[in-house]
């Protein structure tokens, strides 16, 4: 199914099969916003629009230009959802892509991520696309919309433990993190971290390409965009990301 909905101004909002002819802007727009270390590789996003469409939402512009996206994938669950898995993002993709059940069978929708161009942020698109995802998960009467929130700060502060991190508050007694803030907002509660959310492992010469700069001997390196040090032993980085689990009711 495709739908082309007029949205705020001249943004469109574009769910289904359409979306295959966008395939070439989406890995542009992911590879301008995304960290090189972090980038899902395209087989891997171009597969989630293949295998679910529906599920995949972009905005475009006045112009036709691709400013955003949402990429999820449905799944079966039928446990509690403090039982969601720690290694976060891999796990959703691992077992939305590489598993086979029937998509009839799916009862709970996993966001991987929410892309919006550096030129249309602080616009409210992160907040369109997050609501369209709450309504694909809710009109197919899905138990929840479940996230593992990337703290968008975090990266600031690589060296405090996610867990003390998420729960930071300003002097308004608000959460601190803003992305965080904005799912709270938006209706969405805390279910636990999962501090194994992606793993990258690669040698020192690929990370100095990722992260331009030189990592001269073992240790842990503070890198930029990551959320946690990157840990080199014998000319191999590891960078494991925490994450942080939230999920939408579906009151």
């Not at 891999?90 to 069978?105: A, H, Q, R």
Request: hydrophobic fraction near 40%.
């Amino acid at each position: 199914m495709t739908t082309k909905i007029p949205a705020s101004g001249k943004v469109q909002i574009i769910c289904g099969k359409e979306q295959l002819n966008l395939l070439d802007k989406v890995s542009a727009l992911r590879k301008r916003v995304w960290p090189d270390f972090l980038r899902l590789a395209d087989e891997i996003v171009f597969k989630m629009y293949e295998l679910y469409p529906d599920f995949q939402i972009s905005l475009l512009d006045g112009n036709n230009e691709l400013i955003g996206i949402a990429n999820s994938i449905p799944l079966i669950w039928k446990k509690p959802l403090f039982a969601l898995s720690d290694e976060g993002v891999s796990w959703v993709v691992n077992t939305g892509l590489y598993e086979k059940y029937p998509i009839e069978s799916t009862n709970l929708l996993c966001a991987i991520s929410i892309t919006v161009s550096d030129t249309h942020r602080n616009k409210g698109l992160s907040k369109m696309l997050l609501q369209y995802l709450k309504n694909s998960a809710w009109k197919r009467n899905f138990i929840s919309l479940v996230i593992p929130v990337r703290p968008s700060l975090k990266s600031i502060y690589p060296l405090i433990p996610i867990d003390e991190y998420v729960m930071w508050q300003n002097k308004d007694g608000l959460i601190f993190d803003p992305w965080i803030k904005t799912h709270l907002n938006l209706g969405a509660r805390i279910v636990k971290i999962c501090h194994r959310s992606a793993c990258v492992t690669a040698s020192s010469s690929q990370w100095e390409e990722w992260a331009g700069m030189h990592f001269p001997g073992d240790g842990d390196y503070v890198v930029k965009d990551a959320l946690a040090p990157v840990k080199f032993v014998n000319d191999i980085g590891t960078y494991v990301e925490p994450n942080l689990w939230v999920y939408y009711p579906n009151d």
